[in-house]
């Protein structure tokens, strides 16, 4: 069955650029007309969309976040990968990557991202 | 935009039914019918329980249902088991292909 699998550094310096990336494996990313999103949760705290991309490139963010985030898709490696800059330690969460389309029905496990010098 | 409006918690006891209530506004809970609604379990990620307001995926316990009046979404856990108690989110497209999540509620099996 098809698996998402967050990976990338768990530290990040103030002021520098959070890259994470997501691999689809046991299907392809470019079957179904699936989007994939990025999705993140401080600790002790709720759940924030962060955007999704289509196969085709095709992006779209949360407002509050736009300014900073880009997602990409690399369809040749089964990955879709997001990229934060200039992030503080608000941007301190587990992120979590999900296939979805109107709702989210596969999640990757998560991975910690601490911001901190 | 701002967070769906959901209680903190939640209880119950075993066998009974509680319902959790996410409130939203015009603009995405009333004016969409794609509600979902995710449950999560200490260190682990969430997990699709209810979409497009009322319907369960596969593997989902019919115990488990969704509602919606107006801009108030509802899920609804009935025959409380002790594996329910987890954290619950419910999450709603808000237009402008950008969806929002309500702030979570943490339901305790007595």
């Known amino acids: 069955q098809v698996q998402l699998q967050e990976s990338g550094p768990g530290l990040v310096k103030p002021s520098q650029t959070l890259s994470l990336t997501c691999t689809v494996s046991?299907?392809?990313?470019?079957?179904?007309?699936?989007?994939w999103s990025w999705i993140r949760q401080p600790a002790g705290k709720g759940l924030e969309w962060i955007g999704r991309i289509y196969t085709s490139g095709s992006t779209n963010y949360n407002p509050s976040l736009k300014s900073r985030v880009t997602i990409s898709v690399d369809t040749s490696k089964n990955q879709f990968s997001l990229r934060l800059t200039s992030v503080t330690a608000a941007d301190t969460a587990i992120y979590y990557c999900?296939?979805?389309?109107?709702?989210?029905?596969?999640w990757g496990r998560g991975t910690l991202v601490t911001v901190s010098s | 935009q701002s967070a769906l409006t959901q209680p903190p918690s939640a209880s119950g006891s075993p066998g009974q039914s509680v319902t959790i209530s996410c409130t939203g506004i015009?603009?995405?809970?009333?004016?969409?019918?794609?509600v979902s609604w995710y449950q999560q379990h200490p260190g682990k990620a969430p997990k699709l329980m209810i979409y497009?307001?009322?319907k369960r995926p596969s593997g989902v316990p019919d115990r488990f249902s969704g509602s919606k009046s107006g801009n108030t979404a509802s899920l609804t856990v009935s025959g409380l088991q002790a594996e329910d108690e987890a954290d619950y989110y419910c999450?709603?497209?808000?237009?402008?292909?950008?969806?929002?999540f309500g702030g979570g509620t943490k339901l305790t099996v007595l």
């Open positions: 497009e307001v009322n």
């Open positions: 046991g299907g392809s990313i470019s079957s179904g007309s699936y989007y």
């Open positions: 999900a296939r979805s389309v109107w709702d989210f029905d596969l």
């Open positions: 999450n709603s497209y808000a237009g402008s292909s950008n969806w929002v």
């Open positions: 015009s603009s995405d809970v009333g004016g969409y019918n794609y």
